[in-house]
């Protein structure tokens, strides 16, 4: 199933589109024989444990990706892809990755214990999703994992979750939704970002899930990151009508949500942050001020630019700056009780 998106006063709604996926020739399941067998992953550079093919249904099973780069790689072009109930452990970085293919499900499944022995690339989420539209990540549990949790990218010359450069493709219209993301070390738990200019990241909706830090603990590869962030991040990228909506977000180590335009001629508009629960975050106080803060707006380069945000119904508690705006033009703000947090807005230069 499909979901399209369109927006009511700020909010966001879905109408579902049944897909029919895999219909004519799609395997019942498939396996990993215990991460003793790796693929080729297309192009990317990196090896998975089980490689899809269109329309294929994968699970319930438990892949064990040790030796592996991945444990799941849906390639492009291979649309129609389920995953249900598997669980994946042990990928040197990511445990599902899925490139340039669109109408994709992964639901139900636990991905643990990954990226124990990472690449030199971008992103490294334990589920990564790059160039991919049309797609839904519903009802899983992440985990564990020791290079964050959920990414929606774009890819193109940089293939943030690859080692050798992709097609250009932006990722549009994904939903992220009801997942529990927690104890994941080293990156953030749930990204939106673009990477490719000519690509970008546009209307993907990030709702109902759970991100979940550790407050002061640590591991080699740092601490549990947290967060949830939507984000251009290098020269001349985009990131257009992304919606966080009805969220909980608590003791991350950078602040609970964050909206960045980072590089010189990046755009990020349109982004909605509403009814999110956000309370304990930014303990590591390294983005934006010295202190605590629940959501951050903010651009990173003079001629960077992040318009037209909605921020509206948020639940922020546990933080010295409720939310913090700095260089974000036209952001609207609405439903913020003034007991939310001990300083509830702040407006940087």
């Not at 249900?84 to 970085?93: E, I, L, P």
């Not at 450069?165 to 080293?186: C, E, V, Y």
Request: proline share 5%; aromatic share 4%; charged share 15%.
């Amino acid at each position: 199933m499909v979901t399209f998106r369109f927006r009511i006063a700020g909010l966001v709604a879905f109408t579902p589109l049944m897909l029919g996926l895999g219909v004519v020739g799609a395997p019942a399941s498939a396996s990993a024989d215990g991460g003793t067998s790796c693929s080729d992953a297309g192009a990317t550079g990196l090896t998975a444990a089980l490689v899809a093919s269109p329309g294929q249904r994968i699970g319930p099973d438990t892949i064990d990706a040790a030796g592996c780069d991945i444990g799941i790689y849906i390639g492009p072009g291979v649309t129609g892809v389920r995953v249900n109930g598997v669980t994946v452990t042990g990928a040197n970085d990511h445990g599902i990755f899925a490139q340039d293919t669109s109408n994709l499900v992964i639901e139900n499944s636990t991905v643990e214990g990954n990226g124990v022995a990472p690449h030199a690339v971008r992103s490294d989420k334990a589920v990564q999703l790059a160039g991919t539209s049309n797609s839904i990540v519903r009802d899983n549990v992440v985990k564990g994992n020791f290079s964050g949790g959920i990414d929606i990218t774009d890819d193109g010359a940089i293939d943030p979750g690859a080692l050798n450069p992709g097609t250009l493709m932006a990722a549009r219209n994904d939903l992220i939704m009801g997942n529990q993301i927690s104890g994941n070390f080293g990156e953030c738990g749930l990204v939106v970002s673009a990477y490719n200019k000519g690509a970008g990241v546009s209307d993907n909706t990030l709702i109902r899930n759970t991100v979940t830090g550790r407050t002061g603990v640590f591991s080699a590869q740092g601490p549990v990151i947290g967060a949830i962030v939507v984000a251009a991040d290098t020269p001349w990228t985009s990131a257009l009508d992304n919606s966080v909506v009805g969220n909980t977000v608590t003791g991350s180590f950078l602040a609970g949500i964050i909206v960045h335009s980072n590089a010189p001629g990046d755009l990020v508009s349109g982004t909605v942050v509403s009814s999110n629960v956000v309370s304990s975050n930014g303990w590591g106080k390294t983005d934006g001020p010295p202190v605590r803060v629940g959501v951050i707006l903010a651009t990173r380069a003079a001629t960077a630019a992040l318009t037209h945000s909605t921020v509206a119904a948020n639940r922020i508690t546990d933080e010295d700056y409720g939310i913090w705006i700095s260089a974000a033009a036209d952001t609207a703000l609405g439903g913020l009780p003034l007991d939310r947090a001990d300083t509830p807005v702040v407006r940087a230069p």
